[in-house]
């Protein structure tokens, strides 16, 4: 099979003015790919839009399905419900270009909302723990 599962996460530390994105892929329950990186600027609506994008962006051939875990009700809200975009415009519009060509390569994607930071034990508080772990080290490089 092929059916994908990405946990994102962005964090932003306003005292450096700078940001980390983190994602790990799953592919049928193995993880296949782990990334995070530092960057200039932005804000944490910024890392949690960089990380959805790149883990999307890895994407070149075609899927059954890919399940987006993120804490990010904005970006998941912007992605999935029409919800305004107000800032980070050119960002969008990059992802949009990019996520109308992964559609085409894959028919069913979707975007589940989980608590971030959460003390439950559960296999998705684990991994959103981990990714988020991930973008705090990265805005710290």
Not at 7 to 17: E, F, I, L, N, V
Not at 49 to 73: E, G, M, R, W
Not at 115 to 126: A, I, L, P, V
Request: positive net charge.
């Amino acid at each position: 099979m092929n059916n994908y599962v990405i946990y994102t996460d962005g964090a932003y530390s306003s005292s450096r003015k700078q940001g980390g994105s983190a994602f790990v892929i799953f592919k049928d329950g193995e993880k296949v790919m782990e990334w995070s990186k530092c960057w200039k600027g932005g804000t944490n609506n910024t890392a949690e839009i960089f990380a959805i994008f790149a883990a999307l962006s890895t994407f070149k051939k075609p899927v059954n399905s890919i399940t987006i875990y993120s804490d990010s009700q904005y970006c998941l809200g912007c992605i999935f419900n029409g919800w305004t975009r107000r800032a980070n415009v050119k960002i969008w519009k990059a992802f949009d270009k990019m996520f109308e060509n992964l559609k085409t390569l894959c028919p069913d994607i979707k975007g589940i909302h989980i608590d971030g930071h959460s003390k439950e034990k559960n296999e998705h508080t684990q991994y959103n723990n981990w990714v988020d772990k991930l973008a705090v080290e990265a805005s710290h490089e």
